[in-house]
């Protein structure tokens, strides 16, 4: 009895792991499209689970369980008689004892460390007398502190049914595809029979040898009607209800719960889904290594609501799908489109021409890299953005005391280095050559410039001003590098946008360009409550200034040029009555195409081009669509719709002086 008293009573009972869920929004309500979890594992209180689970689990575990204390006497007495004849350390647990037996197990699973875990578990599953000894006294604690129907709740939402299914709730959906609540006596004795030998009873494979669909999952049937046989034996059900359940035969359902974004790729966001992911990962607020937040997402039964439309999401998806296929042969093709709102970061929708393969094993056609997004958030290496990129010498140049009516020479094609400055450091190099799309150009106004995207006015423009305000004005708009890999250089064809960016990014920028130059960075997650509702902490989408208000509605005003009749997108522009702003984005021999767009509601990146590797997209044809205009038709249908949701108004427009002349009523 010393030994027994001197031992620790104190169990530390934490909540058992539990499943997250990710909702996205359809018609103003969220919706489950995926989840995560170590231990397929759903909580539900004492009513969730039907009396026939209670019974079937009481009569073959621990029949005298609301009579006994929190040991069963009887049980322990055989296996102590067992022990002592020099058999095998032998259980007789009661409920309770077994219960505290998973709530240790469960608190060597949720040790991060692989070593720290393995070594706890050995612990508290040695065939030890002073473990079996530890475990009473735990036993006799946890009674004090919880009623049975507690303890048998709370037992039954911990336990193991094979597999990675944990809990009588996900047991009940995997298994037969209902709540635990719902279950009929046939199926709670099976779920009861599982309890004796989690992995050789389950029935989840039907082409098991030994327990499958062949032999009408033999093993288990036979436990099943053990269980049966128990439940009779102990007044828990009558003569003709264990004969007629003896004669159902076990008849699987397997709900498949996979954990992971593969779910979400059915409705169109596999990818939004791993941004999600990645951006729990990196916030500090779900633990301080990136180990903990991995443990936070797969075992802290999260609810993570989402700012993603699924509606919207469709149809984005099929604009894409309908011009650019998964595959072309003799090229690596690319396409996305993502939108985001301005003044708060919410990514509306994120969508590319791939299927979205969590293993990126599954052929070419399919993929984990977000085209979206950075290679830290599951993104690529980021793409040259070619003219979108001017938005952002606009800006500088409107910022420097230019006007937009002023008149620039655009009639040279090479530039030599000595021609420019910037405050970053040293401009060498050979001289610069500069083509434009649709040939030469003489002298002609900003505004002209911009609608029609004459490379040779920018460059002159570059020369007048401050490579380095340039990359500094499109870092105050949250430009920044796709990747490491790839750092922003500040060289002269930087106006031209040989940079590598991400979709994301440059939407992020054009947004706040349509918010009269306040920057909101971007955010996928609306918030997140723990398994019982309680909010958690998120690190939230933050609002600067990122360029004065003035500048910005200057270079809204010019934006909008490039959407009108004569300007290089006017085709993408619904005409809807919807303002809105754009800047086309070709790289040379249009290996790379843009269309950046925003309204005041809402703003959107457009790309296709070569994931790797240079394939002339002007020589591609898409549904008869030229490779170069084809992000026209694709942005045309996604506008069309995000318009329809979200409206917008007119921009606020800009001083004379910023014009420098009248300004004129664009629409």
Same mark, same amino acid.
């Given at each position: 009895?010393?030994?027994?008293?001197?031992?620790p009573?104190?169990l530390?009972?934490?909540?058992?792991a539990?499943?997250?869920?990710?909702?996205?929004?359809?018609?103003?309500?969220?919706?489950?499209i995926?989840?995560?979890?170590?231990q397929?594992?759903?909580?539900?209180?004492?009513?969730?689970?039907?009396?026939a689970?209670k019974?079937? +689990?009481?009569?073959t575990e621990?029949?005298?369980?609301?009579?006994?204390?929190?040991?069963?006497i009887?049980g322990?007495a055989r296996?102590?008689?067992?022990?002592?004849?020099?058999?095998?350390?032998e259980?007789?647990?009661?409920?309770?004892?077994?219960?505290?037996?998973?709530?240790?197990?469960?608190q060597?699973?949720?040790?991060t460390?692989?070593?720290?875990?393995?070594?706890?578990?050995?612990?508290?599953t040695? &065939?030890?007398?002073?473990r079996?000894?530890?475990?009473?006294?735990?036993a006799g604690?946890?009674?004090?502190?919880?009623?049975?129907?507690?303890?048998?709740t709370?037992?039954l939402?911990l336990?193991?049914?094979?597999?990675?299914?944990?809990g009588?709730?996900?047991?009940?959906?995997?298994?037969?595809?209902?709540?635990?609540?719902?279950? %009929?006596?046939?199926?709670?004795?099976?779920?009861?029979?599982?309890?004796?030998?989690?992995s050789?009873?389950?029935i989840?494979?039907p082409?098991?040898?030994?327990n499958g669909?062949?032999n009408?999952?033999a093993?288990?049937?036979a436990r099943?009607?053990?269980?049966?046989?128990r439940?009779?034996?102990?007044h828990?059900? &009558?003569?003709?209800q264990?004969d007629a359940?003896k004669?159902?035969?076990?008849?699987?359902?397997?709900?498949?719960?996979?954990?992971?974004c593969?779910?979400?790729?059915?409705?169109d966001?596999?990818?939004?889904?791993?941004?999600?992911?990645?951006?729990?990962?990196?916030?500090p607020a779900?633990?301080? %290594?990136? #180990?903990d937040?991995?443990?936070?997402?797969?075992?802290?039964?999260?609810q993570?609501?989402?700012?993603?439309?699924?509606?919207?999401?469709?149809q984005a998806?099929?604009a894409?799908?309908?011009y650019i296929p998964?595959?072309?042969?003799g090229?690596?093709? $690319?396409?996305?489109?993502?939108?985001?709102?301005?003044?708060?970061?919410?990514?509306?929708?994120?969508?590319?021409?791939?299927?979205?393969?969590?293993?990126?094993?599954?052929?070419?056609g399919?993929?984990?890299?977000?085209?979206?997004?950075d290679?830290?958030?599951?993104?690529?290496?980021?793409?040259?953005?070619?003219?979108a990129f001017?938005?952002?010498t606009?800006?500088?140049?409107?910022? *420097?005391?230019?006007?937009?009516?002023?008149?620039?020479?655009?009639?040279?094609?090479?530039?030599p280095?000595?021609?420019?400055?910037?405050?970053?450091?040293?401009?060498s $190099?050979?001289?610069?050559?500069?083509?434009?799309d649709?040939?030469s150009?003489?002298r002609l106004?900003v505004l *002209?410039?911009?609608?029609?995207?004459?490379n &040779?006015?920018?460059?002159?423009?570059?020369?007048?001003?401050d490579?380095?305000?340039?990359l500094?004005?499109?870092?105050?708009l949250?430009?920044?590098?796709?990747?490491?890999?790839n750092?922003?250089?500040?060289?002269?064809?930087m106006?031209l $946008?040989?940079?590598?960016l991400?979709?994301?990014t440059?939407?992020?920028?054009y947004?706040a360009?349509?918010?009269?130059?306040?920057?909101?960075?971007?955010?996928?997650?609306?918030r +997140?409550t723990?398994?019982?509702?309680t909010p958690?902490?998120?690190?939230?989408s933050?609002?600067?200034?990122?360029?004065?208000?003035?500048?910005?509605?200057?270079?809204?005003?010019d934006l909008?040029?490039?959407?009108?009749? $004569?300007?290089?997108?006017?085709?993408?522009?619904?005409?809807?009555?919807?303002?809105?702003?754009?800047?086309?984005?070709?790289?040379?021999?249009?290996?790379?195409n843009?269309?950046?767009?925003?309204t005041?509601?809402?703003?959107t990146?457009?790309?296709?081009?070569? #994931?790797?590797?240079?394939?002339?997209?002007?020589?591609?044809?898409?549904?008869? +669509?030229?490779g170069?205009d084809?992000?026209?038709?694709?942005?045309?249908?996604?506008?069309?719709?995000l318009?329809?949701?979200?409206g917008?108004?007119?921009?606020?427009?800009?001083?004379?002086?910023m014009?420098?002349?009248?300004?004129?009523?664009?629409?």
């Amino acid at each position: 009895m010393s030994i027994f008293n001197g031992l620790p009573d104190y169990l530390k009972i934490q909540p058992p792991a539990q499943a997250s869920t990710l909702y996205a929004q359809r018609g103003g309500q969220q919706v489950a499209i995926a989840s995560f979890f170590a231990q397929d594992r759903t909580d539900v209180g004492w009513s969730g689970t039907t009396e026939a689970l209670k019974s079937a +689990v009481i009569a073959t575990e621990d029949p005298r369980f609301f009579e006994e204390g929190p040991i069963d006497i009887l049980g322990t007495a055989r296996a102590a008689a067992a022990n002592a004849a020099g058999h095998r350390l032998e259980g007789g647990s009661s409920i309770t004892q077994q219960y505290v037996k998973n709530v240790l197990v469960q608190q060597c699973d949720a040790l991060t460390d692989a070593h720290a875990s393995a070594a706890c578990y050995q612990k508290v599953t040695a &065939t030890t007398l002073q473990r079996k000894v530890q475990e009473l006294r735990y036993a006799g604690e946890v009674s004090k502190v919880y009623t049975k129907d507690q303890i048998l709740t709370a037992y039954l939402n911990l336990v193991g049914f094979g597999g990675d299914v944990y809990g009588a709730q996900a047991a009940a959906g995997h298994y037969f595809g209902v709540s635990a609540s719902a279950l %009929t006596l046939p199926q709670a004795a099976t779920l009861a029979a599982i309890l004796n030998s989690p992995s050789a009873l389950r029935i989840d494979r039907p082409g098991d040898a030994v327990n499958g669909a062949a032999n009408h999952y033999a093993r288990t049937l036979a436990r099943r009607n053990y269980v049966l046989d128990r439940m009779y034996a102990n007044h828990r059900i &009558t003569r003709q209800q264990r004969d007629a359940a003896k004669l159902t035969p076990i008849q699987p359902r397997i709900a498949l719960a996979r954990s992971g974004c593969t779910a979400a790729a059915a409705v169109d966001a596999g990818f939004f889904c791993e941004y999600v992911k990645d951006e729990l990962l990196n916030d500090p607020a779900f633990g301080k %290594t990136s #180990v903990d937040r991995l443990s936070t997402i797969d075992r802290g039964g999260l609810q993570i609501y989402t700012t993603l439309k699924l509606g919207l999401q469709q149809q984005a998806q099929q604009a894409v799908d309908a011009y650019i296929p998964a595959t072309r042969p003799g090229m690596h093709l $690319g396409a996305s489109n993502i939108s985001v709102e301005p003044g708060t970061g919410h990514i509306e929708t994120m969508v590319e021409n791939k299927t979205f393969d969590e293993s990126n094993q599954a052929g070419p056609g399919a993929t984990a890299v977000n085209y979206n997004t950075d290679a830290a958030y599951g993104g690529s290496q980021g793409f040259q953005t070619g003219s979108a990129f001017k938005a952002f010498t606009i800006a500088a140049w409107l910022e *420097a005391g230019h006007t937009l009516s002023e008149v620039v020479d655009a009639s040279h094609h090479t530039f030599p280095m000595a021609a420019f400055h910037s405050s970053c450091g040293p401009v060498s $190099g050979p001289p610069w050559p500069v083509s434009n799309d649709e040939g030469s150009a003489s002298r002609l106004t900003v505004l *002209a410039a911009t609608a029609q995207s004459v490379n &040779t006015a920018f460059a002159m423009m570059g020369t007048k001003l401050d490579l380095c305000s340039i990359l500094h004005t499109a870092e105050s708009l949250g430009v920044h590098a796709a990747s490491s890999a790839n750092p922003l250089t500040s060289v002269p064809s930087m106006i031209l $946008g040989v940079n590598y960016l991400s979709p994301l990014t440059m939407a992020t920028a054009y947004a706040a360009i349509a918010d009269g130059g306040t920057v909101c960075t971007p955010v996928a997650i609306v918030r +997140v409550t723990g398994p019982h509702g309680t909010p958690r902490p998120t690190s939230a989408s933050t609002c600067t200034r990122g360029i004065p208000g003035d500048i910005a509605s200057g270079v809204a005003y010019d934006l909008q040029g490039v959407l009108q009749p $004569g300007g290089t997108a006017a085709s993408a522009n619904p005409h809807d009555g919807v303002p809105i702003l754009g800047k086309t984005g070709t790289t040379d021999h249009a290996v790379q195409n843009w269309l950046v767009t925003s309204t005041t509601k809402i703003a959107t990146a457009t790309w296709v081009g070569n #994931v790797s590797g240079s394939v002339r997209l002007r020589g591609e044809d898409f549904h008869g +669509v030229n490779g170069g205009d084809v992000k026209f038709r694709i942005a045309h249908r996604i506008l069309t719709a995000l318009d329809q949701r979200f409206g917008g108004t007119a921009f606020t427009p800009p001083t004379r002086a910023m014009v420098g002349g009248p300004v004129r009523v664009i629409g």
